[in-house]
């Protein structure tokens, strides 16, 4: 099973994108998805996970600008991007963690500009 992210590319800060992240095939056991980022020169980072219960957590810069969502059925994971940044500039992985499991997309690159 293969993870795609889409919907990643340029914009101007105070501007918005939607990322969306789907699953090549079927994964038991899911419990939770996340979207992670990883900026030049840095470590990726938690942004946002969303557990198999619903409930959600947001890392502290983008809370109030992130949204994240899925379809649980579809494993289709989404996030909205408002208000960006320059500083969100990275590239955005989507994540599934199954039980016994962690599955990974290549990623899709986010540039803001100032």
């Known amino acids: 099973v293969q993870l795609q992210a889409s919907g990643g590319g340029s914009v101007q800060a105070g501007g918005s994108l939607s990322l969306t992240c789907a699953a090549s095939?079927?994964?038991?056991?899911?419990?939770?998805l996340a979207w992670y980022r990883q900026a030049p020169g840095k470590e990726r980072e938690l942004v946002a996970r969303?557990?198999?219960?619903?409930?959600?957590n947001y890392a502290d810069p983008v809370k109030g600008r992130f949204t994240i969502s899925r379809d649980n059925a579809k494993i289709m994971l989404s996030l909205q991007m408002n208000s960006l940044k320059p500083e969100d500039t990275a590239v955005y992985y989507c994540?599934?963690?199954?039980?016994?499991?962690?599955?990974w997309g290549k990623g899709t690159q986010v540039t803001v500009s100032s």
């Open positions: 095939g079927s994964i038991f056991n899911v419990n939770s």
């Open positions: 994540n599934v963690a199954s039980i016994g499991r962690v599955y």
């Open positions: 969303i557990t198999s219960g619903g409930s959600t």
